[in-house]
């Protein structure tokens, strides 16, 4: 089992920046490739970005490269999920997730979810 707690969601303003972070227990979790997903009122759940178990492989969706940036540090068993320039439309609840399957955009490979951290981003 591994458990993960989501941190760090605020309102915010249109262009700001903010740090969501995402604490994981358990199993070992550097065995564990991590991804970020967000789910704004009336959508689906998207994919936004993923890192590989050792930090060194990433991929983000479209709507967020260049803006977002996620990282991890497996000694702090700790993933983070970097925003900046945020757009109204990057207000969601935001997820974190761990998967053995590697870097994957599907969120049906993923196997353990945290409660998520909402981010309200005003115009």
């Known amino acids: 089992q591994v458990q993960l707690v989501e941190s760090g969601g605020e309102l915010m303003q249109a262009g700001g920046s903010l740090r969501v972070s995402c604490a994981a227990s358990g199993r070992i979790f550097s065995s564990y490739d991590m991804g970020w997903f967000r789910q704004a009122p009336g959508k689906e759940r998207e994919f936004v970005a993923a890192v590989s178990r050792s930090g060194y492989g990433r991929y983000y969706a479209d709507s967020v490269k260049g803006r977002f940036t996620i990282s991890r540090d497996n000694a702090k068993n700790t993933v983070i999920l970097q925003m900046n320039s945020l757009k109204p439309e990057d207000t969601a609840v935001y997820y974190c997730?761990?998967?053995?399957?590697?870097?994957?955009?599907?969120?049906?490979?993923?196997?353990?979810w945290g409660q998520g951290t909402q981010v309200t981003v005003s115009s």
């Open positions: 997730a761990a998967t053995r399957v590697g870097i994957t955009t599907h969120d049906k490979d993923y196997d353990y």
